[in-house]
């Protein structure tokens, strides 16, 4: 039985990507507008699109059911702006995160603001076994700066940035997989394998 | 290390892709979504459609196509032309647009640079500048090329950049479609004046033009239409070419 994979739609945005390359990587993605079935799910993605404001918006009434499913170790993934509403709170907006990830969301320092286009990701976690070329892509000015130990990799942009973060079963990337080519799917494919062997 | 962007870009004409000189004598050249699926398997780090359309048919034409390329697109694809509001902007992010440029309605009305920044997040909007040279400075031009306006082209980047733009696409229309290369003083001093990145646009001819521009600027990233569609050079070409002379590619 393929892992169904619900995707958080926070109303703006492109999920046709995530959910495709989900397929792609031998999932059965579904698309959920009320956020409550995300409490339900065997596994949660984030995407990645939006504000952090808007977004948190949604999310505020599920807040705690969904702390917990995430400390009770549902398998999920958090993509750039859904990597960083895990955080406790953020520069970008003036809404609480789920706070689920200890730390905050602060804005790039660099020289160019967003960071924008492919950069590669320094890991020993085995979510990029198999990744040939560590390049992944990159579109945001925030980034989260945890205050626990979920760091698992990191990116040079001005300075190392934490890019890779893993809590319970929870991962969070600061770039998207899903906009990544080859080497996204083989990240997604990784993704799905850890999911279905923690459901 | 961020690497530097090579960007085809299909101007989309009632859902198919054309090039034209000079913004005239506009010629068919294929259908988007299997090219952007190629560029991809050649290595391109995004994709920009840009859609001139005459008609709202054309436009509604072009949703339909965002729509079928984002399903096999992996990496990102901006849309622009037409875009007159910020609905037009979550209608294209909807139908699978990542990104979405704006032009003469940002330069109509430049709060809808803040609106759409504040409800998509300002990575997503990208204000696409059109250029053109008179004497020692540059005015904007709207309305695909065809409006001369009074607005200083360095003095508007700057200015979208304040609004909320996260990237801006300058295309030089003394450059554009001469194969000449790309205009470098025009990208330095847009490059300089802001913060965020500048994809430089108007005048490939060959590897070389790319190679200048990525490595003689600050812009970030360099798009190119034509040299891409008739099959003169591959984006992998390109980008060996550029490795080979130290401009970090992915």
Same mark, same amino acid.
């Given at each position: 039985?393929?892992?169904?994979? $619900?995707?958080?739609?926070?109303?703006?945005?492109?999920?046709?990507?995530?959910?495709?390359?989900? %397929?792609?990587?031998?999932?059965?993605?579904?698309?959920?507008?009320?956020?409550?079935?995300?409490? %339900?799910?065997?596994?949660?993605? #984030?995407?990645?699109?939006?504000?952090?404001?808007? &977004?948190? %918006?949604?999310?505020?009434?599920?807040?705690?059911?969904?702390?917990?499913?995430?400390?009770?170790?549902?398998?999920?993934?958090?993509?750039?702006?859904?990597?960083?509403?895990?955080?406790?709170?953020?520069?970008?907006?003036?809404?609480?995160?789920?706070?689920?990830?200890?730390?905050?969301?602060?804005?790039?320092?660099?020289?160019?603001?967003?960071?924008?286009?492919?950069?590669?990701?320094?890991?020993?976690?085995?979510?990029?076994?198999?990744?040939?070329?560590?390049?992944?892509?990159?579109?945001?000015?925030?980034?989260?700066?945890?205050?626990?130990?979920?760091?698992?990799?990191? &990116? /040079?942009?001005?300075?190392?940035?934490?890019?890779?973060?893993?809590?319970?079963?929870?991962?969070?990337?600061?770039?998207?997989?899903?906009?990544?080519?080859?080497?996204?799917?083989?990240?997604?494919?990784?993704?799905?394998?850890?999911?279905?062997?923690?459901? | 290390?961020? &690497?530097?962007?090579?960007?085809?870009?299909?101007?989309?004409?009632?859902?198919?892709?054309?090039?034209?000189?000079? #913004?005239?004598?506009?010629?068919?050249?294929?259908?988007?979504?299997?090219?952007?699926?190629?560029?991809?398997?050649?290595?391109?780090?995004?994709?920009?459609?840009?859609?001139?359309?005459?008609?709202?048919?054309?436009?509604?034409?072009?949703?339909?196509?965002?729509?079928?390329?984002?399903?096999?697109?992996?990496?990102?694809?901006?849309?622009?032309?037409?875009?007159?509001?910020?609905?037009?902007?979550?209608?294209?992010?909807?139908?699978?647009?990542?990104?979405?440029?704006?032009? &003469?309605?940002?330069?109509?009305?430049? %709060?809808?640079?803040?609106?759409?920044?504040?409800?998509?997040?300002?990575?997503?909007?990208?204000?696409?500048?059109?250029?053109?040279?008179?004497?020692?400075?540059?005015?904007?031009?709207?309305?695909?090329?065809?409006?001369?306006?009074?607005?200083?082209?360095?003095?508007?980047? $700057?200015? $979208?950049?304040?609004?909320?733009?996260?990237?801006?696409?300058?295309?030089?229309?003394?450059?554009?479609?001469?194969? /000449?290369?790309?205009?470098?003083?025009?990208?330095?001093?847009?490059?300089?004046?802001? /913060?965020?990145?500048?994809?430089?646009?108007?005048?490939?001819?060959?590897?070389?033009?790319?190679?200048?521009?990525?490595?003689?600027?600050?812009?970030?990233?360099?798009?190119?239409?034509?040299?891409?569609?008739?099959?003169?050079?591959?984006?992998?070409?390109?980008?060996?070419?550029?490795?080979?002379?130290?401009?970090?590619?992915?």
């Amino acid at each position: 039985m393929p892992v169904r994979v $619900a995707i958080a739609d926070y109303g703006v945005g492109n999920l046709h990507s995530i959910r495709k390359a989900l %397929e792609n990587c031998g999932a059965s993605p579904y698309i959920v507008e009320d956020m409550r079935e995300l409490l %339900e799910a065997e596994c949660v993605v #984030f995407p990645g699109v939006g504000a952090f404001d808007k &977004t948190m %918006e949604r999310l505020q009434p599920i807040k705690s059911g969904l702390v917990r499913r995430l400390e009770e170790g549902v398998p999920s993934l958090g993509i750039c702006i859904g990597a960083q509403i895990l955080f406790e709170t953020s520069e970008e907006g003036r809404q609480p995160g789920l706070g689920f990830y200890r730390g905050k969301v602060v804005r790039l320092k660099a020289e160019r603001v967003p960071h924008m286009g492919w950069n590669s990701v320094r890991t020993d976690d085995l979510i990029l076994r198999g990744v040939g070329s560590p390049y992944f892509y990159f579109a945001h000015s925030y980034y989260g700066l945890p205050s626990e130990d979920i760091a698992i990799g990191d &990116t /040079d942009y001005y300075g190392q940035v934490p890019t890779l973060f893993l809590k319970n079963r929870t991962y969070g990337t600061q770039f998207h997989p899903e906009k990544s080519s080859e080497s996204g799917m083989r990240f997604l494919r990784n993704f799905v394998k850890f999911a279905e062997a923690s459901t | 290390m961020l &690497t530097k962007r090579i960007i085809p870009c299909l101007d989309v004409r009632d859902g198919v892709t054309v090039k034209g000189v000079n #913004f005239v004598n506009l010629q068919e050249v294929g259908e988007p979504p299997a090219m952007a699926s190629a560029y991809e398997a050649q290595g391109a780090d995004e994709i920009v459609f840009l859609d001139i359309s005459a008609s709202a048919e054309g436009r509604k034409t072009l949703m339909h196509v965002v729509e079928s390329t984002a399903e096999r697109l992996f990496v990102p694809l901006t849309v622009g032309g037409g875009i007159r509001s910020k609905e037009d902007m979550r209608t294209a992010l909807n139908a699978g647009a990542d990104k979405v440029s704006v032009n &003469t309605v940002a330069v109509q009305r430049p %709060e809808v640079i803040s609106e759409c920044a504040q409800d998509f997040g300002r990575q997503c909007v990208v204000v696409a500048i059109d250029a053109k040279r008179e004497g020692s400075s540059w005015k904007v031009y709207t309305h695909g090329g065809r409006r001369r306006t009074d607005k200083d082209a360095i003095e508007w980047a $700057a200015m $979208a950049q304040d609004l909320g733009a996260g990237e801006i696409l300058l295309t030089s229309m003394d450059a554009d479609g001469t194969k /000449d290369g790309y205009d470098l003083p025009l990208t330095e001093k847009v490059a300089e004046e802001v /913060d965020i990145p500048v994809i430089a646009s108007g005048g490939c001819g060959n590897a070389q033009h790319i190679y200048e521009v990525l490595s003689r600027t600050g812009a970030e990233a360099a798009l190119a239409a034509s040299i891409f569609h008739y099959g003169e050079l591959t984006v992998k070409q390109v980008k060996d070419y550029l490795r080979e002379r130290g401009v970090p590619v992915r």
